[in-house]
């Protein structure tokens, strides 16, 4: 149970915390300009402000939806003035215990991967190489306090998770909730790294591992949702206290269309995935907006990933990317419905402080454990171990005598015991590289510069964040006073007022109306999509029952039917392994070989010799009824037969030897005897008039040429 003190702490160190939603608007992409696509998109960044047009309006309440945001950034904004402003704060409070997310959500192609992780230039880097460079900057800068930085990077395809370090491996990677920790990915490789040049190299490994593929609407489209995960530990030296701040660095893949994407095959059956997943992170974020007794998390890995990013113990960023162009007018809104929903989700970030079992401490153990052991070898305390402190070191002192085995066991011991040291050294050393001493460039007068521009900048963005919010207040604000400001002079003025009133209540009644509408069509078209892929699986399983009913013979098919079970781990269907008892004695045998019927003996099967005869199948086959002919030699007409008979009297003169052969043997042999002499020319004639002859029209049979 937690003590009062405990309890007052954590009130403390937490508080409810809105999830922090920013929308980015691209600017229209080459081929949207080529299709001369307009745009829908205004944006009024100083007030948070998107406003839309629909450009299939078809009356003035229809036409224009405006929605507000913590901050919203149009084609303009460089990627450095979104760091600032929006990711920069954030990364402060990771670096003081906190647990932090940042995600990047919208259609395909508006700019997620661009956004997240930009490109390999100092203006084009994204949020993901700028947030390695404020740890590390962090790190340089403060003294006291040791630090333990590592990564994992893993993406969701396909409802499977992958490690994105360690791609070739067999290992599973499951879920688990950990108390303190959150869920947590079993198996997942660690990287320790040292600098801001490892965690980059760490994310270009991933992001070259990473599943990526080409739709119509993005070229390098990402089929997967890809998660790189920073945790940062942090030992005070003088207090003696730990905290840890852990980072979720997300970039989903894309809700798409497939009329829109063209997907077919392998793309289509990863939309349908993506989609899946992406309406459960919808239905999180609805259930987390509404208040619901029951948040369905556990729908997919994706959400149960983000459980505590999302109402849970952090601080968590949504980035919503939209494009500009009409053609995507739908897709867009969409995409501002769900941010403005996820607007209202309530989080509660607490500090990470005092933890009891973090790897930082473990390091710190096994450090100081080494040291000791080094220190009581260094000294001749050759037996000390983990745990004893030179027990036997009495002992070996009473041993104490002169005889020349003594010394020489003495002398053994003593190259063992450096060389022991050596290890532990080695040992230590590698230990002591994983963890970082801060404060290394402390002095350095360029680093002070840069500190203060980072001052600075956090300022301008805390300033203009006020601005943002104060600006929407005041015009909160206005509203309600214009109507408390109206004196009713007269019964008419009344009147007037409350007609007014009514009109702009008529308008937000037809807008809902309209969203209503919108969802409506929302709902056809998706409908549509999924009864078109229903079609397709229809037709596919219509192929399958063919090839069962035709192939399968009907008491296998029920044998199948009872060994197939689904897996929930492959979100797939498996045919369970079918136990067969047979006895020993009857094990069946192939070409005098005893066929292996236990699992050791299928797998030795491939190089043990005893085992060679398991893939010999003896079978009878059912020979089917003759559709050919005996073959008949070809007629030769009579002036080859005379040419043929020349050539033969002559050989046979050579020879001295009498054949007697069918013309057609004799204009054969002739034939091959002019190939080995390179005539294929007369050789081919001379065959070719052999067959007209024989095939003539009028000839009786192949005998009556001759
Ligand atoms: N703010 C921007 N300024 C300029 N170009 C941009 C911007 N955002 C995106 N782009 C360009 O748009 C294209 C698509 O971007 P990106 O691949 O980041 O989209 P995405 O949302 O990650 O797509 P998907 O979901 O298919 O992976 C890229 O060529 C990218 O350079």
Redesign the pocket.
Known sequence: MASEDENLFTERNSSNESVQVVV?C??L?KKETEAKCSSVVKMYPSRGVIEVENPRARSENEKNKIFTYDSVYD?STSQQSIYDETVRPLIASVLEGYNGCVFAY?Q????????MEGFDTEEGKGIIPRAFEQIWSHIDRTTGVEFLVSVRYLEIYMEEIRDLLRIKTNKTYELREVLGQGVVVVNLHSQTCQSAKDMLKAMRIGNHNRTTGT?N??E???RSHAIFQIVVEMAEQRTKTFKVGKLNLI?L??SERQSKTGATGDRLREATKINKALSSLGNVIYGLAENSAHIPYRDSKLTRLLQDSLGGNSKTIMIA?IGPANFNYEETIITLRYAYRAKSIKNTPTKNEDIADGRLQGLQKEIERLKQLIMKKSQGDFDATVDDAGADADATDSDDDDDADAVEEKAKKLELGKMEVDELTKQLKNLEKQMVHGGKNIVDSVNENEVKLEQQRAEIAARKKREIEMQQKLELEEETCTELKQVFASLQQQVDFKRDKLKRLNNKLQSIRQEIRDNHEVYVKDRQEIEEANDETAMNLRKWFLIIDNFVPTEERSRLINLAQFDENLDNWVLRKEKIHINPADRPSAHNYRRPISDTALHMSQNVPKYRGENVLDLKLDMPLRTTQDYTPPAVCPQIKSIVTDVMKKEMENSRIVVKMPSHTIGRTLSSKLEQEGKYKQATKMMVDMHNYRNRPGAKSAKAAF
Request: no cysteine; net charge positive.
């Open positions: 980015r691209r600017p992409s084609e919208g395909t192609g508006t700019g997620k991967t661009f956004t739709t609407m993005n390098h489209s990402s970039d893949a894309g990317n």
